[in-house]
């Protein structure tokens, strides 16, 4: 089994400040996904990580696997970046849709 | 182009009764994937499915719980004799097929909330 660990569960942040979310998981995996929730509920896919680092706009998305651990930074942050932020996990071998998420960061921007 | 269309968003039920929750996938997508995010917990995966199969209901509950998608409509997932625990929201996510979750082009609704009282 594994668990995905996220951190901060909370994070208030002001507006243009870096921010940096946290993901930890226990075993080996064949994909990482970093997920947007929006108040209201939508859920949006950001990126999905098997090396490396990518880039769209703002948002960064690095993972390291020898240590387990990837981190979502948002550069230039604005209130309109306000959601839980979700981190994700596939299994080697296993389904692509079956993914073990963690419980989410809530991030508040304010202006 | 609408996205993946959920409804109700919101649904209370009294214990006992039956909940019928509705996903219309993306237009061009045929695969359909039930998650349920319970309080303070992760989302979790349901069931699998395709137009008129159940792919993968590993996740399903073994009582109460059903789901289909059916030629025309939306798929439904249903619960029966609802219980407080089952207050929940549950998503659904729809692709052109399982590689999408790869390249992010699995898109969510957004979500059915569902109380119990």
């Known amino acids: 089994k594994n668990e995905v660990e996220q951190s901060p569960q909370n994070l208030t942040a002001q507006e243009g400040e870096f921010i940096t979310i946290n993901c930890s998981y226990s075993?080996?995996?064949?994909?990482l996904h970093w997920l947007q929730q929006h108040p209201g509920g939508g859920i949006v896919s950001l990126f999905m990580l098997s090396s490396g680092k990518k880039k769209h706009g703002r948002l960064i998305a690095t993972i390291n696997i020898q240590e387990k651990h990837s981190s979502l930074h948002i550069t230039a942050s604005h209130p309109r970046d306000s959601a839980v932020y979700i981190c994700?996990?596939?299994?080697?071998?296993?389904?692509?849709?079956?993914?073990?998420f963690g419980k989410g960061t809530l991030l508040t921007v304010n202006p | 182009n609408a996205g993946v269309m959920q409804n109700p968003r919101h649904l209370v039920r009294r214990r006992g009764q039956e909940a019928r929750l509705r996903c219309s996938p993306m237009k061009g997508h045929s695969h359909v994937y039930w998650y349920r995010q319970l309080p303070e917990e992760g989302l979790k995966f349901m069931v699998y499915?395709?137009?008129?199969?159940?792919?993968?209901e590993s996740g399903m509950p073994k009582e109460r719980f059903s789901a289909e998608f059916p030629k025309e409509g939306p798929s439904i997932l249903r619960i029966q004799q609802v219980v407080r625990g089952d207050s929940a929201a549950y998503f659904c996510?729809?692709?052109?097929?399982?590689?999408?979750?790869?390249?992010?082009?699995?898109?969510f609704g957004q979500g059915t909330r569902l109380t119990v009282v």
């Open positions: 996510a729809s692709s052109s097929g399982t590689g999408s979750w790869m390249n992010t082009e699995a898109f």
């Open positions: 499915l395709q137009k008129e199969n159940i792919i993968d």
């Open positions: 994700a996990v596939g299994l080697p071998g296993g389904s692509n849709y079956k993914l073990t």
């Open positions: 075993v080996g995996i064949s994909a």
